[in-house]
């Protein structure tokens, strides 16, 4: 996971600086707190999903996105 974390941060900016740089570093360290951040945001979601089957409050969820999905693309703007 570290090397291909270093592998994509060696691909950007970053690598202006040369290959073992510190901005390198920074930048390796940033792809990995990222991603584990990203693992916890789908971990938490996936683990509420089944809650959501039996909650009263699954229908209104429902609701609520589906106005703002259509709101948020609607060529008029009136939501």
């Not at 690598?15 to 693992?39: C, K, N, R």
Request: hydrophobic share 50%.
């Amino acid at each position: 996971m570290i090397v291909v974390a270093a592998g994509k941060a060696s691909l950007g900016h970053a690598a202006d600086a040369g290959p073992a740089s510190a901005a390198i570093a920074m930048q390796t360290l940033q792809v990995l707190v990222t991603s584990v951040g990203g693992g916890l945001a789908m971990a938490a979601g996936l683990s509420v999903l089944p809650a959501l089957g039996t909650s009263t409050a699954r229908g209104m969820l429902i609701r609520t996105a589906m106005q703002v999905s259509t709101c948020r693309w609607s060529r008029s703007g009136s939501c």
